[in-house]
């Protein structure tokens, strides 16, 4: 195993160093002062001291104080309003589990007892999870345990039911995923802003309508446009975080793990709750004050800058100034190339050879964000224990596996990161699927352990994939090439439940699939630029 890591070691140090030769003779393109006698050192040089002519973005960010007030209250105020779509895609991992039932000739309280108390004792009637009783026929009556309400018990989704839970967890990711289409283009051509709330409007109003679902087909109809919420939100809240951050910065306020703590008060609150109706209520009552940080979140000004809307861009840096109480007052802004106000789509991703290459091999990690993440979020409903413990101990073990996770990314940066992650899941991923094959002694503490080790590396990776993606494509195509590869990872998102589901009839086919995608991902990445360092660029080359 060492011998391996060494060997992998090598191979990505060669692979940087040529592809900072390939981004430095890339640039060269852009410097017509620069003779071919020059070295790589010097070109660098006069690449950094171009960065800092009066009018980059990253130099304005960087005289308006780089990390300052503006940049922590945009931060908190962010990753704040992530509760509300933390709430709204979590529970439903407690609101489409399936509690425990028996199926048994009587339907009344003393029968439950009777049954929690039985041990599947067929003298008492009582059949755990059986769609029919021994001879043959059809259940008269259904007892759920009355330890959750879900809506499966709400709806009697069980027996040739059962697969409508999973289909409405794909159901909202592939909401999400029509979300991350539509808001990619709508973000590029108005602005971050107005689709950033556009994602709370629609989280909380159908949150509402999920609160008061009398049929699972409302519920489902309900799931599909809170997810569209999500892919909006998902798509603007990188740009408009990493837009206003300095490249030292920007993994720190991308891949802070908010979502995992977020996740870890869900836990709680579902637990207490113990009812899928009064968690949609919740979702909707914390959503109403986000709202308010319309006043508080502004509008990109790279994104102004970028449109030619140059005197809207100036009013915001000056906005920003004050808040920093920076003395700053010359902004030298230029107005930008011709090309800065075409329409650019779907195409520019694959305007070079360089953005080929980043754009599909990103694809495969997408994907395999997708189907990992969600696949093993979705199978703690099957794993051994507590639903609502076990839910706990998959959120607050991600904690520190982000806080790793960036340490890392700033140390040896987001490529060697990315990689190390995606082969601990491969490892791991591979193992639960070779435990759930063999009737191993242990098994289901080994598989619930290593599941935990899966799940916090592959969110680990969720970071600093997300921060390449955003440091790989320059502001006038940065939407629509986070909104595409959330589009892959949406594919792959709706494929997780789904595996999950197949998962009962085929065991360990979740996990050998999430292994052998993400020693896929190990392999693609090899070949991705490392973006450690980069400033953001604003315009194709």
Request: proline share 3%.
């Amino acid at each position: 195993m060492f011998t391996s890591a060494y060997f992998l070691t090598g191979i990505m140090d060669t692979n940087e160093d040529d592809f900072k030769l390939a981004e430095l003779q890339n640039e060269d393109r852009k410097i017509d002062s620069i003779t071919p006698a020059e070295d790589a050192d010097a070109l660098l040089k006069k690449i950094q001291t171009k960065e800092r002519q009066p009018g980059n973005p990253e130099q304005i960010i960087e005289d308006l104080g780089g990390c300052g007030k503006f940049q922590i209250r945009l931060t908190l105020a962010i990753h704040l309003i992530k509760t509300v779509f933390c709430f709204s895609f979590t529970n439903l991992i407690v609101t489409t589990a399936s509690p425990i039932w028996w199926c048994m000739k009587d339907s009344n309280e003393s029968s439950l007892i009777i049954c929690k108390s039985s041990n599947n004792d067929s003298s008492q009637n009582c059949y755990q999870g059986a769609c029919r009783s021994p001879n043959n026929t059809k259940c008269e009556h259904v007892l759920f345990d009355n330890s959750m309400n879900t809506i499966v018990s709400d709806f009697n989704l069980i027996c040739e039911y059962d697969f409508i839970p999973s289909m409405v967890n794909s159901l909202q990711l592939a909401g999400t995923l029509t979300g991350n289409v539509i808001s990619g283009q709508l973000a590029d051509m108005f602005g971050r802003k107005p689709p950033f709330f556009t994602a709370i409007i629609l989280v909380l109003a159908f949150s509402l309508v999920g609160f008061f679902s009398f049929t699972w087909q409302m519920f489902a109809v309900s799931t599909f446009f809170t997810g569209l919420g999500h892919g909006f939100f998902i798509t603007t809240q990188y740009s408009i975080l990493s837009e206003y951050t300095l490249s030292k910065w920007r993994v720190w306020v991308v891949g802070f793990p908010s979502l995992a703590l977020e996740q870890c008060l869900f836990s709680l609150v579902a637990w207490l709750l113990h009812d899928w109706r009064y968690l949609q209520l919740v979702t909707a009552l914390i959503a109403v004050p986000c709202l308010f940080s319309w006043f508080v979140i502004p509008e990109s000004f790279r994104w102004y800058i970028a449109q030619g809307k140059l005197d809207k861009a100036t009013k915001i840096i000056r906005s920003v100034a004050n808040y920093n109480k920076c003395t700053t007052t010359n902004i030298a802004l230029h107005k930008p190339d011709s090309n800065s106000k075409q329409k650019y789509s779907f195409l520019h991703l694959f305007k070079t050879k360089f953005l080929t290459q980043v754009t599909l091999l990103s694809m495969i990690n997408w994907t395999a964000l997708g189907v990992v993440g969600y696949g093993i979020s979705f199978g703690i409903q099957s794993l051994s224990g507590n639903l609502y413990l076990n839910l706990f101990l998959f959120c607050i073990t991600s904690v520190p596996s982000r806080a790793v996770a960036i340490f890392l990314s700033n140390r040896i940066g987001r490529r060697k990161t990315s990689i190390l992650f995606f082969a601990v899941v491969g490892i791991t991923g591979i193992t639960v699927g070779i435990l759930q094959t063999l009737d191993v002694q242990h098994k289901d503490m080994l598989t619930n352990v290593l599941a935990i080790v899966a799940n916090t590396s592959i969110g680990a990776a969720w970071g600093t994939v997300q921060t390449m993606t955003v440091e790989l494509y320059p502001t006038v195509i940065r939407n629509i090439g986070f909104g595409t590869l959330s589009l892959t990872g949406g594919i792959g998102a709706i494929i997780g439940p789904q595996l999950v589901y197949l998962n009962a009839f085929v065991p360990g086919l979740l996990f050998y699939v999430c292994g052998t995608i993400s020693l896929l991902c190990v392999l693609g990445t090899l070949f991705l630029p490392e973006t450690k360092g980069k400033h953001l660029d604003d315009k194709l080359v």
